[in-house]
């Protein structure tokens, strides 16, 4: 059974740092690209990164860019999330998600249970 | 970026069909995913490539569309299916995801 796991999050002033994680398991986790996913309260959902299977390429979105990194460890099945310099609109649940493929095509077919992150003084 | 634009939400009765519509701003081809989500849970993949359903799903659920106009039907309503439902597409990034339907019982 696939299981992805999130840890990390937490209340965090303004500017300061957090580090969210992911343990996956269930799957063979170097094979897949992974996500993180995030959600404002009473909002939508947001992408945020994603990284490719062996590390080599990740990929952010416009908001996050120099802020956020995102990195995995295969041989700990893990999935990380570096927050750096947050902003209050950073608040958020945020999800891991593995990708999976079709014809070219990218989807997330699996989502973990999430992880609240609040940025408030 | 692509924006996806869906109802706010739609009411139905037991038993009746319904369709959740998404419309994309550009083509997407058929790189256009559904996702539903019940209060206080993660999104669940339904469908994937825009009309493909995912293994699990029951067969109640449908999707169907290409280029900029896609819709997800559910063929009979379950009280199950209240929930809220997202479309996505893989076209471009950043990947972007609708606003949502939220799919209410009269």
């Known amino acids: 059974e696939v299981q992805l796991v999130e840890s990390g999050g937490g209340l965090v002033q303004p500017g300061r740092s957090m580090k969210l994680s992911c343990a996956a398991s269930g799957f063979t986790f170097n094979n897949y690209d992974m996500a993180w996913v995030c959600q404002a309260p009473k909002k939508g959902l947001e992408w945020v990164a994603t990284i490719s299977y062996d590390g080599s390429s990740t990929y952010y979105r416009d908001s996050v860019k120099g802020r956020f990194t995102i990195s995995r460890d295969n041989a700990k099945s893990t999935l990380y999330l570096q927050m750096d310099s947050l902003r209050s609109e950073d608040t958020a649940t945020y999800y891991c998600?593995?990708?999976?493929?079709?014809?070219?095509?990218?989807?997330?077919?699996?989502w973990g249970q999430g992880v609240m992150v609040t940025v408030s003084s | 970026d692509t924006v996806l634009t869906q109802s706010p939400a739609l009411a139905v009765s037991l038993g009746q069909r319904v369709t959740i519509s998404c419309r994309a701003s550009?083509?997407?081809?058929?790189?256009m995913h559904w996702y539903q989500q019940k209060s206080g849970q993660q999104p669940k993949l339904l469908i994937y490539?825009?009309?493909n359903l995912e293994s699990g799903v029951p067969s109640r659920f449908s999707g169907s569309g290409s280029g900029t106009d896609f819709t997800l039907t559910i063929d009979p309503v379950e009280a199950d299916d209240i929930a809220n439902y997202y479309c996505?597409?893989?076209?471009?990034?950043?990947?972007?995801f609708g606003s949502g339907t939220k799919l209410e019982i009269k």
């Open positions: 998600a593995r990708q999976d493929y079709y014809s070219g095509d990218v989807y997330f077919d699996y």
């Open positions: 996505q597409q893989s076209n471009e990034l950043p990947l972007t």
């Open positions: 550009k083509s997407v081809s058929t790189y």
């Open positions: 490539s825009a009309s």
